[in-house]
């Protein structure tokens, strides 16, 4: 993900990285990265800003968030499969993802719906 990211950031920003990569642990998953730098086993984890504000790594310590303009969107999409045992019941989940009380709590994680511009 660093090196994707990088491609976005100033030269200034790539110096620093130049700094720090050899530090870098790369983890398998968002949650085992969260994982690290809660548990002391990594002083700086790049996360997801929903998962920053999730109440478990909120009191965790303190986050800055990196200006979206630094990374591509990462987007994010539902679909219900036309197999499913439940068929019913995924789309009524899909439609529960739509209901305005929904949006405004995923936005309070930084979630947009489709769309909505970046900051």
């Not at 548990?39 to 800055?64: D, H």
């Not at 899909?94 to 929904?102: F, G, H, I, S």
Request: net charge neutral.
């Amino acid at each position: 993900m660093a090196t994707v990211m990088l491609m976005h950031w100033p030269e200034v920003t790539r110096e620093i990285y130049d700094q720090v990569r050899r530090k870098l642990v790369p983890g398998e998953s968002i949650s085992q990265a969260a994982q690290f730098a809660q548990s002391g086993g990594a002083e700086v984890g790049l996360l997801a800003l929903s998962l920053a504000l999730s109440p478990t790594m909120k009191t965790s310590g303190t986050y800055v968030e990196i200006h979206d303009s630094y990374y591509p969107a990462i987007e994010q999409a539902g679909v219900v499969l036309a197999r499913s045992r439940q068929l019913e019941r995924a789309q009524q989940f899909l439609d529960l993802l739509k209901q305005p009380a929904v949006i405004e709590m995923l936005a309070s994680y930084d979630f947009q719906p489709p769309g909505a511009s970046r900051r």
